[in-house]
């Protein structure tokens, strides 16, 4: 059954020290959740960027949220580097699993079929394989002989991702932002926020229902307007260019970031 | 530089892009690199008016412009299905063997200066068979000997692959990639530098020929077309850097 909670109970289930898979951010990002998380004291997170975050990794990170970080890149986008991730990273104040996206995708998807790994094209070459001994090189067992590279499946504790509408029976509507399905199939438990609750049944009509996550897989609901917010929301809302370019200014020092961070949080609360 | 060199330079590299792109049906461009994708824009509005076949550009991270609908991995999928002919990637150090580095210089894992991370490169640079080094910084940081972190590989003669780089070109000049011996050779130096410009910011060895030619300049109907169709088309995705070129007029 999918539970209809506030945001503050939404993020109360996650405990110290889960990992919690998060979409890219045109994909769909909790930043309400993510503001909830920093506000309830949440630490030791193990981040799963699918297959890379922006602002709401450097904001975990910088909160002191997050401990590891699994991605392929984190970057503000045009706004420019992740301020807080950069600095965690010199200071070895997080642990790094470097990675590349269509290695976090491979290993979500061995989480989805609950198989211990899979190979994946390509990578041999790259320090990757250095800083990451849980991949592997094989010899491939089947088809032409040759070196392939497998991936271990990952299987986040928590899929947490903002999309703009639920129906009251829990069914998400995600649209082609399938990796977003992917994440729930492969975690443990899936946390959702969503614009609103919509009155007709997303299941209804085989048309709406190509773009759903059904109820099965979302554990919980908390509606948070804006929720994305500066973060775009397809079909909803543009990125807040002046907000992350306002944010990569004054993340750049330590007490910028808190300065920002306080007034991103009270602005949360009060939007709430 | 003045407005008016500055576009000249873009003019110039998008142009060149075109010309490294011809005969490919499908081409990706990554989400931030207006250049790559009006060299595509500029090889597709060219093969419309030539009656050749139509060109496919996917740019990540557009909604419009974006064939796919299996999310995220539809991309590497597609890569993976030989459906990707051609793509750009950049690095903060490119090395004379080819490899680009994402992640950031000196030890890993606290860099001294650490970028985004590897994206999809380490897996891209082996499966599309036309990559195009792109990077308008052309110095010795950039261009070094060795980079100190490999994101993706040039050449893994222990492993089968379709896909590695084709060219090289920066602010200064046009390499080529020789697969084979695993380095470049510098095919064309821009107008304005010369081949001593080039030898003096690059950190790393290449072949050079005996008679280094200039890259060719935009004739006056491709320089119409950019500023024309071109820029339109751009503004859709870009509309900063389409409003800087045509601002520069």
Excluded at chain 2, 89 to 113: C, F, H, K, S, W
Excluded at chain 2, 232 to 248: G, Q
């Amino acid at each position: 059954m999918t539970e209809r909670v506030g945001l503050q109970a939404l993020v109360g289930s996650i405990a110290p020290g889960q990992s919690v898979a998060i979409p890219v951010d045109r994909a769909g990002v909790s930043m309400a959740a993510t503001a909830a998380m920093i506000e309830a004291g949440l630490t030791g997170l193990h981040l799963v960027c699918v297959p890379i975050s922006g602002l709401q990794a450097d904001l975990l990170i910088g909160a002191g949220v997050a401990a590891v970080v699994e991605t392929s890149a984190v970057s503000l986008g045009e706004a420019g580097g992740a301020p807080r991730f950069t600095a965690a990273v010199r200071s070895g104040s997080i642990k790094l699993r470097d990675a590349t996206c269509p290695a976090i995708h491979a290993g979500l998807l061995a989480g989805q079929k609950g198989v211990p790994f899979m190979p994946i094209a390509g990578i041999i070459g790259s320090d990757l394989l250095q800083v990451r001994p849980d991949w592997k090189v094989i010899d491939s067992p089947v088809g032409e002989p040759g070196k392939v590279v497998v991936v271990p499946a990952i299987t986040p504790d928590v899929a947490l991702f903002h999309a703009p509408e639920a129906d009251r029976f829990g069914n998400v509507r995600i649209g082609r932002y399938r990796e977003l399905a992917t994440m729930a199939y492969a975690a443990r438990r899936t946390l959702v926020t969503v614009e609103r609750i919509t009155d007709r049944d997303l299941m209804a009509t085989e048309d709406s229902a190509a773009g759903v996550l059904p109820a099965l897989y979302v554990d919980a609901i908390a509606v948070a307007e804006n929720g994305a917010w500066p973060l775009p929301l397809w079909d909803e809302y543009e990125t807040d260019g002046a907000e992350l370019a306002r944010y990569a200014t004054m993340a750049r020092t330590e007490e910028g970031f808190h300065a920002y961070l306080s007034a991103f949080l009270s602005r949360s609360k009060e939007v709430a | 530089m003045t407005g008016q060199d500055d576009r000249a330079r873009k003019e110039l590299l998008i142009t060149t892009i075109a010309g490294l792109l011809d005969g490919v049906r499908h081409v990706a461009v990554g989400a931030s690199s207006p250049i790559p994708a009006a060299g595509a824009m500029l090889l597709r509005a060219r093969n419309a008016l030539a009656g050749k076949p139509p060109v496919r550009i996917s740019i990540l991270g557009s909604s419009r412009h974006n064939f796919f609908t299996n999310g995220g991995v539809e991309l590497f999928d597609c890569a993976a299905q030989g459906r990707v002919d051609a793509f750009f990637l950049g690095g903060g150090q490119i090395d004379g063997a080819g490899n680009i580095n994402l992640v950031g210089t000196g030890g890993y894992p606290r860099m001294e200066v650490r970028w985004p991370g590897s994206f999809g490169s380490a897996y891209l640079y082996h499966l599309i068979p036309r990559v195009i080094l792109f990077r308008e910084e052309h110095s010795p940081r950039v261009l070094v000997p060795k980079v100190d972190f490999v994101s993706a590989a040039a050449v893994t003669p222990e492993v089968k692959r379709r896909g590695g780089p084709q060219a090289l070109l920066t602010n200064l000049a046009l390499f080529d990639f020789d697969r084979d011996r695993g380095g470049f050779r510098l095919r064309s130096v821009h107008p304005g530098y010369t081949a001593e410009d080039v030898r003096d910011r690059t950190g790393f060895d290449y072949e050079v020929p005996e008679a280094v030619p200039a890259t060719t300049a935009p004739d006056r109907a491709t320089a119409e077309l950019i500023r024309g169709r071109i820029l339109d088309e751009l503004a859709e995705c870009y509309p900063e850097f389409a409003r800087s070129m045509a601002a520069a007029a």
